[in-house]
């Protein structure tokens, strides 16, 4: 038995100048996240910022986008949709500016943190602006399935484009590229998107919001500088930050949510999802220029190619989930992420393995995207329009953390060999067992309930993938 197959109606007018504002907006994000990889030793000459200090040109932005995503989120339930994103679009338009014309370290990293609170306050609120325009069902899954690919097809874009406009023109243009676009969004969303309702008594925890935000900076500091009192300070910050939320009248995070099999496991997937695909991506990378001996833009090009599958996996990813329910979408995704990538570990330092790798990193982009739209439908899935802000940061924060931590935590497993392609294989291995590990955990955990537990499925979803609502 399939679940429904009845095809989305057409967008309306409106609606596909509204698809363009937010998944353009979405997409911009994504280019700025990896925009400067490849460029990191220019514009590090550029500003006279040392070979130590590269890495934090990376780390400012994300760990504002990582910690901030939740609260923020919820901030545009609180109190406008619509103001959040305008003023998160705002901050990255003069936050690129800065960031353009900075003279010295400082000016960059502070625009570089700035563009991080600029995606932590647009990302979230434009996913729950999709989310809250195009109803739950085929119609949302078509919508999420082309955001999903245009934030992957940004993830690459972006590290080609940085490339290829330092080769052209300045690491300065890699900042200057969203004033333009940024100006027209600003002028363009209020002629379009209306505000959202806000609650008529506007509360805002903030012992919550300070627990789950300090918590998750340290946590993700913990990662980035390997620091064990970080991440013991984090943990202990998030462990405080469930308890505020059980005693709170009015909490950040309603623990019912975060206990939802949906909202818990459709995340912890997105979680292993994004990780998994951006260590590969970085490990593959090595491989291309430390073994293989490509050049920083030839590595970029040839992920191109694979790059392609894409598009295609965002698009059919909204058509598998109407037919086949999200459950079976995103397991099937995981393990097909999870298994392509095997042939990798047998690789060598002849450049005929391109023959091979190419294949495999098709497969597996098409399968990673796949995931990705399946986690943020059933992390979206079943809530209140109230909600969305909740569940939009949730995803996003979780996008945010995985990119974040994934390349430092394959690094590390890979320099545990003395041999840098050794290295490479084993973090590739653990990539492998890891995801397909995942893999079970998801599928048992989204697994149906039975009626006395799960409240009653719309009208328009089927009984057989309903996916549980109930705390586990």
Do not use: C
Request: glycine residues 12%; aromatic residues 8%; proline residues 6%.
């Amino acid at each position: 038995m399939t679940t429904n197959t009845v095809a989305p109606p057409p967008f309306s007018s409106r609606q596909k100048l509204i698809l363009l504002i937010l998944l353009g907006a979405s997409f911009m994000f994504a280019i700025d996240l990896t925009i400067l990889n490849v460029a990191l030793p220019v514009v590090g000459e550029g500003v006279g910022l040392g070979l130590t200090g590269l890495p934090w040109i990376i780390s400012a932005y994300a760990l504002p986008a990582a910690g901030f995503s939740l609260v923020f989120g919820r901030l545009a339930d609180l109190f406008g949709r619509r103001k959040l994103f305008l003023g998160g679009i705002a901050l990255l338009t003069a936050s690129s500016l800065l960031g353009g014309f900075a003279s010295n370290a400082e000016m960059l990293l502070t625009a570089r943190t700035l563009q991080g609170f600029a995606a932590a306050l647009a990302i979230p609120a434009a996913l729950s602006l999709l989310t809250t325009t195009f109803a739950e069902g085929a119609m949302r899954e078509k919508v999420l399935g082309l955001n999903g690919a245009l934030l992957a097809v940004g993830f690459t874009v972006g590290a080609v484009a940085g490339g290829t406009l330092v080769d052209w023109l300045s690491w300065r243009a890699a900042f200057f590229i969203n004033v333009p676009v940024g100006l027209i969004i600003l002028l363009v969303t209020p002629l379009l998107i209306g505000e959202s309702t806000t609650p008529d008594r506007v509360r805002l925890d903030l012992p919550g919001a300070i627990t789950v935000t300090g918590g998750l900076l340290a946590v993700v500091y913990a990662v980035l500088e390997k620091s064990v009192v970080f991440g013991v300070v984090g943990a202990v910050l998030l462990i405080a930050f469930w308890f505020v939320e059980l005693r709170s009248p009015a909490p950040l995070a309603p623990v019912r949510i975060l206990k939802r099999p949906t909202v818990k496991w459709g995340n912890y997937a997105g979680l292993i999802s994004f990780m998994a695909g951006t260590g590969l991506i970085f490990m593959v990378t090595l491989y291309l220029q430390q073994v293989l001996g490509y050049s920083p833009l030839a590595a970029g090009l040839i992920f191109g190619l694979p790059g392609l599958a894409i598009v295609p996996g965002g698009v059919l990813a909204g058509k598998f989930i109407g037919r086949f329910g999200p459950r079976k979408v995103l397991a099937a995704g995981l393990f097909v992420q999870a298994l392509a990538p095997l042939p990798l570990v047998y690789l060598g330092t002849s450049r005929s393995a391109l023959w091979i790798l190419m294949p495999a990193l098709f497969i597996t982009f098409f399968a990673h995207i796949t995931a990705i739209v399946a986690y943020t439908v059933t992390g979206t899935s079943g809530l209140p329009n109230e909600e969305q802000g909740l569940a939009t940061g949730l995803t996003s924060m979780t996008q945010q953390v995985a990119v974040t931590v994934g390349i430092p935590i394959m690094g590390s497993i890979a320099a545990t060999q003395a041999v840098e392609l050794t290295g490479i294989h084993l973090a590739i291995g653990v990539n492998v067992a890891a995801t397909l590990a995942s893999v079970l955990l998801v599928w048992i955990g989204l697994r149906p309930r039975g009626a006395q537990q799960a409240p009653p499925a719309p009208a328009a979803q089927p009984a057989e993938e309903k996916l549980a609502v109930s705390s586990d």
